[in-house]
């Protein structure tokens, strides 16, 4: 089995060398857009979990601008974090936004703009989850850029019972990111729903998902250099050493 890093090197290089890659690039380094996000944006809007959805956490990278966009015009609310959790986490509601204006607010520039600063421990319920990949496999494992943040949205969302074991979790990628297997750790976080440009797949599944969060496999560098999980623990007084 290749380790997490050679898989996402592999995409990543395979991405770029057989041109599917779109802006930003060079990808490495990136969650990683791709051509065909649109349609795979589109395949996922007809699962029922994301019709039946009112509140939607969405990653802010570029491949899931879309997933951001149709969950707008759908009337859902979209909550996104800032990237690498540096600062507030905004709540996009339709409600406060026009029609005209929904592309704008999808954009990582249109966050501050649009949404609404919202704390974890006032928002409502998540219904769905969207997150980023590098690479999947169809068991449900998944590869992020390998910073880690999902795994810690997801714990602290878990730890504050706003997701649960039955929350659906997707991803939106293209096929050439759908790779045989990828290892796996406690605190990673496996997905419900591939969509790719061409077809929706619900995955077999086997692991469950993190409980919380995991502090044994969190540095305290990890900690400082992550303001809201650093204020998080300190307000539950966690040991952190």
């Known amino acids: 089995m290749l380790s997490k890093q050679e898989i996402r090197e592999l995409i990543w290089k395979r991405l770029e060398e057989e041109n599917i890659a779109l802006f930003p690039r060079p990808v490495y380094g990136r969650i990683p857009n791709f051509k065909g996000a649109d349609k795979a944006a589109s395949n996922l809007a007809k699962c029922k979990e994301f019709k039946e959805a009112e509140i939607i956490k969405v990653n802010p990278d570029s491949p899931q601008y879309r997933v951001r966009e149709i969950a707008l015009r759908h009337e859902k609310k979209v909550l996104v974090p ?18 005209s204006d929904i592309p704008k607010a999808s954009r990582i520039s249109g966050f501050e703009k649009y949404g609404i600063r919202v704390s974890l421990e006032s928002i409502e319920r998540v219904d769905f989850i969207v997150a980023g990949s590098v690479a999947v496999d169809l068991n449900g494992n998944r590869v992020g850029k390998g910073e880690g943040y999902s795994e810690l949205e997801f714990g602290i969302l878990r730890e504050l019972g706003k997701v649960d074991e039955n929350t659906p979790i997707a991803t939106t990628v293209h ?12 605190f990673d976080v496996p997905i419900d729903i591939i969509a790719t440009p061409t077809r929706l797949i619900r995955v077999n599944r ?36």
């Open 175 to 186: 096929e050439i990111q759908i790779v045989d297997e990828i290892p796996s750790e406690p």
């Open 82 to 99: 800032t990237p690498r959790l540096r600062g507030d986490f905004f709540l996009l509601d339709p409600a406060r936004i026009s029609s």
């Open 206 to 241: 086997k692991r469950e998902k993190p409980k919380g969060i995991y502090l044994e496999y969190l540095s305290k560098q990890k900690i400082d250099e992550t303001p809201f999980l650093k204020e998080y623990l300190k307000k539950r007084r966690y040991n952190i050493l």
